[in-house]
């Protein structure tokens, strides 16, 4: 297949993709997925519905509290128990009231997401075994205290029976595999110890949670017999209902509303930086039939409208309230261009100049100014021509057309959903690699899989360890002398996205090179 196939086929699979992943597609599907939600509640209506953050709180207008469980301390081989986020708020919401509703949601291709699957189980075994252990220590004190009361001998004989039941074994969805149950069965007692030892302050369950916490799930392809449900109450445990608002279905599924047609996103409620365009799920639900009904061609425009609207109200309240920018940022060539100060909504949608790429295409190798270095997507280097050295962020190694092997580096990096220091780890090794080549004149190609993520985060390092404001490479002269903010860092990706206009680059992969810059290390 020749590099102009390549290209084309590249270009129509974005294109689609933007077509698919449109704001107006995310806020009708979660407007479809909240109906669901909405009768999961209805079944339950005495339990209190909580969102986790942050994607959950798309899929309700009113919830009466949230929680914060993170996919990512139950990714295999990452898992966890985090101190800094007990979440004991739930725990005793879900005594108080009998159990609750987590409403959360994930991408297609799964039921549930990591954290309904992993973190909460973990969460709620861990939480049962330490009031347990609370509970044990309590009647021991009083066995071995001198003349106590009968009272006492009473409560401690009532709260001994009460707690020969307490269910703290492990309760995880058929789907996890036996070697991962097993492997977080053996972290449980550890994690015990790191909640006890923490210095959080469990006495408020002892007093609500009189059955042990424990989880169900609900997905959209659940069966419910509705002459059925069960009450609460009638459970042998404290119930935390789980459900997943989104369909897992992996085909594309074209819907109508109104007078109009979309296509359905799972899980379109998470990552919202990337499509919420400054929209909050608050201000969605206050406008929702008015943008459902506004149409894909008009969609973005009210979202801009409500946004500006919203801004302009909390400003003359005195609340925090920065400029978002909603149009195209026009560049005149430098880097100190004023436009830079204003709060950047989401950078696919700053579509600025018209790029240096070999093509004329935005989806092909894109020239970041003078400076001698491109980026792209991994396909499209495979073939690359007029580069000198190519360094190559994908997972997967590929053979470059360039014959000195020592021109070509791979370094295996993956986006920091995954690991969240897999950047933060290469960039010393990236920067050094530039710093050879540049420095003796030679064109750099860096890539990723997509060429919008983890490319121009190295590039981004590379041009602010090495070159000076004006864009001219100094060894990283001017870089060792200086100590890099978060405005200067913006400045300078502003500058990257003028040329690579489909620039994606996500919060946490900023936030690992911002963490690099001030480590003080371009080698």
Not at 33 to 41: K, L, N, Q, W
Not at 365 to 393: K, P
Request: with cysteine.
């Amino acid at each position: 297949m020749g590099e102009e196939a390549i290209l084309n086929i590249y270009k129509a699979s974005r294109s689609i993709k933007k077509r698919d992943n449109t704001l107006y597609n995310a806020l009708c599907s979660i407007f479809d997925d909240s109906i669901f939600v909405g009768e999961i509640a209805q079944l339950w209506p005495e339990l209190p519905l909580v969102a986790n953050l942050r994607c959950g709180l798309w899929y309700s207008k009113k919830f009466e509290h949230s929680c914060y469980f993170k996919s990512t301390d139950g990714h295999t081989n990452n898992l966890s128990f985090n101190t800094s986020r007990l979440n004991l708020h739930l725990a005793v919401l879900a005594g108080q009231k009998g159990g609750c509703i987590i409403v959360d949601s994930t991408r297609k291709g799964k039921r549930f997401p990591d954290s309904m699957s992993k973190t909460i189980p973990i969460w709620t075994c861990v939480m049962n075994r330490a009031i347990l252990n609370y509970r044990n220590r309590m009647r021991e004190s009083v066995s071995v205290t001198d003349g106590a009361s009968n009272d006492c001998k009473d409560s401690a004989e009532s709260t001994e029976q009460e707690f020969v039941s307490w269910d703290c074994s492990l309760h995880l969805p058929l789907w996890v595999p036996p070697a991962e149950r097993m492997a977080i069965e053996n972290h449980l007692e550890e994690w015990t110890k790191q909640l006890e030892t923490s210095g959080a302050d469990i006495t408020p369950l002892l007093s609500v949670v009189k059955k042990p916490l424990r989880p169900l799930w609900i997905s959209q392809k659940s069966v419910i017999w509705l002459n059925e449900v069960p009450e609460p109450d009638s459970w042998d445990f404290t119930p935390l209902i789980l459900v997943s608002a989104s369909s897992s279905s992996g085909y594309l599924q074209q819907r109508t509303a109104s007078e109009f047609s979309w296509n359905y996103i799972p899980g379109a409620g998470d990552d919202e930086e990337s499509w919420a365009r400054g929209l909050s799920p608050s201000l969605f639900w206050n406008n929702a039939i008015d943008l459902i009904n506004s149409g894909p061609d008009q969609c973005n425009q009210k979202v801009a409208d409500i946004v500006e609207k919203d801004r302009v109200y909390r400003a003359q309240r005195g609340y925090k309230a920065p400029q978002v920018s909603l149009k195209t940022l026009k560049f005149c060539g430098s880097i100190n261009n004023s436009d830079s100060e204003e709060l950047l909504l989401g950078l696919k949608s700053t579509n600025t100049g018209s790029g240096g790429n070999l093509s004329g295409d935005n989806s092909a190798v894109c020239w970041l100014g003078s400076s001698n270095i491109a980026v792209c997507a991994t396909q499209l280097a495979i073939n690359a021509s007029n580069v000198d050295s190519i360094l190559n962020c994908d997972q997967e190694s590929f053979s470059s057309c360039l014959e000195d092997l020592e021109a070509c580096m791979h370094l295996p990096i993956v986006n920091s959903k995954f690991d969240r220091f897999s950047l933060l780890r290469n960039l010393p090794s990236a920067v050094s690699f530039a710093q050879s080549k540049l420095g003796k004149g030679k064109k750099l190609l860096v890539c990723c899989n997509t060429g919008e993520d983890i490319s121009i985060c190295v590039c981004l390092a590379i041009l602010t360890s090495l070159f000076t404001v004006e864009g001219c490479f100094d060894d990283g002269e001017s870089f060792s002398k200086t100590c890099i903010t978060k405005l200067e860092m913006r400045q300078r990706l502003i500058y990257i996205c003028k040329f690579a206009v489909n620039a994606r680059p996500s919060r946490g992969n900023l936030k690992q090179v911002f963490n690099f810059l001030n480590r003080g290390s371009s080698s």
